[in-house]
């Protein structure tokens, strides 16, 4: 069975800090990983996803995360924040696999807080 | 591209009525679609998954008689919540994939449902 774990519901950060965003997983298999933003009241983004290849992948709106097998990790940065990025951030993995109807399974969220 | 839509995106009803909520693929199309559900401040619960032409697969605890969902075309899901309470009361999430994607799902923008 999967598990996402991400570390502090809530993390405040100030304008032009470095956003620094925590996800660790556990999987029976190397798993693909998922990176989605929800904004208040709407549904989510993808931001960015790894499936294979190389294992830091960038996103849109300047984010960043890296696959770090041996630490089960797939951490969320961006250099500098805005206050456009202030949102809930959600981490998820799915179980690779050719047959469809594969089950993502989620983090409990982080909601990101941009100080001006 | 990727575009997934949902209807309506806020609907308020009196208890004991039903209430159809649609997600669409609008320019693509979904091999599988997913319902999930958000209570406030928490993480996205999956309900169930349908492949087009099939029956659901409800997840443990998800009552199917009570949350119909129809899969009927490769760009329309719909869910009806039948008989609704006010413990109905939630954020509803759709979500589609396509086989071959790399397991990316691609989410709505959700349906804010309130029971009187």
């Known amino acids: 069975a999967q598990s996402v774990t991400q570390l502090g519901s809530h993390v405040s950060v100030s304008e032009g800090a470095l956003v620094l965003l925590r996800c660790n997983y556990s999987s029976s298999v190397p798993p693909y990983l998922f990176w989605y933003v929800q904004y208040p009241n709407q549904g989510l983004q993808l931001l960015l996803k790894y499936t294979t290849g190389a294992t830091l992948v960038k996103g849109i709106n300047g984010f960043e995360a890296e696959f770090k097998k041996s630490e089960t990790s797939f951490h969320l940065t961006k250099p500098s924040a805005h206050m456009s990025d202030a949102a809930e951030y959600f981490c998820a993995v799915s179980e690779p696999s050719n047959n469809a109807g594969n089950m993502l399974t989620f983090g409990g969220g982080t909601r990101l807080m941009v100080k001006p | 591209g990727a575009v997934v839509s949902q209807h309506p995106s806020r609907v308020i009803c009196k208890s004991g009525t039903s209430v159809k909520i649609e997600c669409r693929s609008l320019?693509?199309?979904?091999?599988?679609m997913f319902w999930y559900r958000q209570f406030p401040k928490q993480s996205l619960m999956l309900m169930a998954t349908?492949?087009?032409?099939?029956?659901?697969?409800?997840e443990q605890g998800v009552e199917k008689d009570k949350f119909l969902i129809n899969h009927a075309s490769l760009t329309l899901s719909t869910l009806t919540v039948t008989s609704a309470h006010p413990e109905d009361s939630s954020f509803y999430i759709c979500?589609?994939?396509?086989?071959?994607?790399?397991?990316?799902?691609?989410f709505g923008p959700g349906t804010r449902l309130t029971v009187l």
């Open positions: 349908s492949n087009e032409g099939s029956k659901a697969t409800y």
């Open positions: 320019d693509f199309q979904a091999t599988t």
């Open positions: 979500s589609a994939r396509v086989r071959g994607w790399g397991d990316t799902q691609y």
